[in-house]
């Protein structure tokens, strides 16, 4: 399959210590039964986990598998054995980059990843787009996902505010 478009058949987060699907996006037909894509990540898991040195780059059944390891997870792009390694690496790279710009660096978990599953979810969608890579440059990504909400000092500061107005107003208005 050639092509000039770079594009991801695969995206997965899995529990660095049993393998668990954490998240998983697949973009193509070649996992097309929840058996299948479950049988891909565990033999990608049982290839990469062993690895202790920190590899970043495999190839496995045609399927060139890029990812990161964390404290309890791994982090996988993979594409056809002939995209372009260093491009899939970089993705994965800005998308790792955007979840610690939007989590204020904090370190990636499992429970970070779990307790801003929309953030994670909102920033793999502006990345891959029906499996094309779309942006690959974090500040781009993170300011299109990064919409926060109000910390609650912030809410609750503004609702003593209107609560004040509100009051004075009326105690304007009853004199």
């Not at 092509?3 to 058949?9: A, D, E, R």
């Not at 995206?11 to 954490?22: A, P, Q, T, W």
């Not at 062993?50 to 890029?66: C, P, R």
């Not at 969608?125 to 779309?134: A, S, Y």
């Amino acid at each position: 399959m050639s092509s000039f478009l770079y594009t991801v058949t695969s995206f997965f987060i899995l529990d660095s210590s049993k393998g668990e699907r954490v998240i998983a996006k697949y973009y193509n037909n070649d996992f097309d039964t929840l058996q299948k894509q479950k049988a891909f990540e565990k033999k990608v898991f049982d290839k990469t986990s062993k690895v202790n040195f920190g590899g970043e780059i495999t190839l496995l059944d045609n399927y060139l598998v890029v990812y990161k390891s964390f404290s309890n997870i791994i982090i996988y792009m993979v594409g056809d054995q002939n995209q372009n390694e260093i491009a899939l690496l970089y993705v994965l790279n800005s998308f790792i980059d955007t979840l610690q710009n939007l989590f204020e660096n904090s370190q990636i978990n499992k429970k970070l990843i779990l307790d801003g599953i929309n953030y994670t979810l909102l920033t793999l969608d502006e990345i891959i787009d029906g499996g094309i890579i779309m942006e690959s440059d974090s500040a781009v990504i993170a300011d299109r996902v990064g919409i926060k909400a109000p910390d609650n000092d912030d809410l609750d500061e503004s609702i003593n505010k209107a609560v004040t107005s509100v009051k004075e107003q009326l105690f304007n208005f009853l004199k």
